[in-house]
């Protein structure tokens, strides 16, 4: 079936919409930066009513049965946020927005995935292979007539396929993030296969509706489909086919722009005690500036004249991990 280009807005939490905000002041946009916080409070909305209740006890019924409920009830809020999102920027530019801080947005989220146990070599795969999916839908397709009732149905069964998946996504982060409580040992397992399969289904649905030849190409050898995940007791084990091949050793999260600042973090174990409730920017090894409101610790790092800072959100001792950008 011959069809016009979709727009698909990747993962949306509410640090990653103030993330894109940010970046797009940066790019002096400011109308539009303004445009994206305007909805932080509604997808905070969407965080707390079909998010958070995936972390409920066992005794609200099974992850997998959560999982697909509440994935299938975010599906209209997802498709307002897409409208809203490409309504303010053109798809073009807001993918290449997205691709530009996820590299630093997504070391951090790796190295908490690590501590957590919350499969790093999955993750990232997932995210290229999501990203790639994206890029070949954002290729221009020759535009057909009116759909058939069976070619209707087919571009319905995609974007619920796109919407499971990014409702998994989306997930991992906000748990990655902090967000939303982490979820049992049996859970997280349970939270990245429900992932790994609906990336897996995205993609099967993806190439009965658009057949050019670059998404073909895109969806030959997807990453995520080498990975193997397997119940071990109560909890679960990521085998990569990489690990497969080469023994048990630990997960590489493939080169980061931010290493030189994540290694800075792993050194400095006492940041709870010194900064806990600020934000911190990290310059390689030196620590240019905190304070509790984002925006100075921002404003000091300009002043210094860093294009492209990192800061970390360093949480109170008793709060647990980090959240960085």
Not at 157 to 171: E, N, Q, S, V
Not at 178 to 199: E, H, V, Y
Not at 207 to 233: C, Y
Request: with cysteine; aromatic share 10%; proline share 7%.
């Amino acid at each position: 079936m011959a069809t016009a280009p979709v727009g698909i807005g990747p993962v949306l939490t509410p640090h990653t919409l103030g993330v894109l905000a940010d970046t797009l002041e940066r790019a002096h946009l400011p109308e539009k930066a303004l445009s994206l916080r305007t909805l932080r409070p509604f997808v905070q909305g969407v965080v707390e009513r079909y998010f958070v209740p995936l972390s409920a006890p066992a005794r609200k019924g099974t992850f997998a049965g959560r999982f697909s409920k509440l994935s299938r009830d975010f599906e209209p809020f997802r498709l307002y946020l897409n409208f809203r999102l490409l309504s303010t920027l053109e798809n073009q530019e807001f993918l290449g927005l997205y691709e530009q801080i996820l590299p630093d947005l997504l070391g951090p989220l790796l190295k908490t995935a690590y501590d957590m146990d919350m499969g790093p070599e999955l993750i990232s795969a997932a995210v290229r292979d999501y990203m790639k999916i994206v890029r070949a839908l954002a290729q221009p397709t020759p535009q057909g007539s009116d759909p058939t009732l069976e070619q209707f149905m087919d571009l319905v069964d995609w974007f619920r396929a796109a919407t499971r998946f990014d409702y998994g996504l989306t997930a991992v982060f906000l748990v990655l993030e902090r967000a939303i409580p982490k979820p049992a040992p049996t859970d997280k397992g349970a939270l990245l296969s429900a992932c790994k399969k609906a990336l897996l289904k995205f993609g099967r649905a993806t190439s009965k509706v658009f057949v050019h030849e670059q998404m073909q190409r895109a969806l030959q050898d997807l990453e995520t489909a080498h990975i193997e995940i397997t119940t071990v007791g109560k909890g679960f084990r990521v085998i990569s086919s990489a690990r497969l091949d080469q023994g048990q050793k630990k997960p590489t999260f493939g080169p980061s722009p931010r290493q030189t600042e994540i290694n800075w973090l792993t050194r400095n174990k006492d940041l709870s005690d010194r900064y806990g409730g600020q934000w911190i920017v990290l310059e390689k090894d030196e620590l240019v500036a905190n304070d509790p409101d984002y925006h100075k610790a921002r404003e000091a790092a300009t002043r210094r004249g860093i294009k492209r800072p990192f800061i970390i959100f360093v949480p109170l001792k008793e709060s647990g991990g980090f959240m960085g950008i």
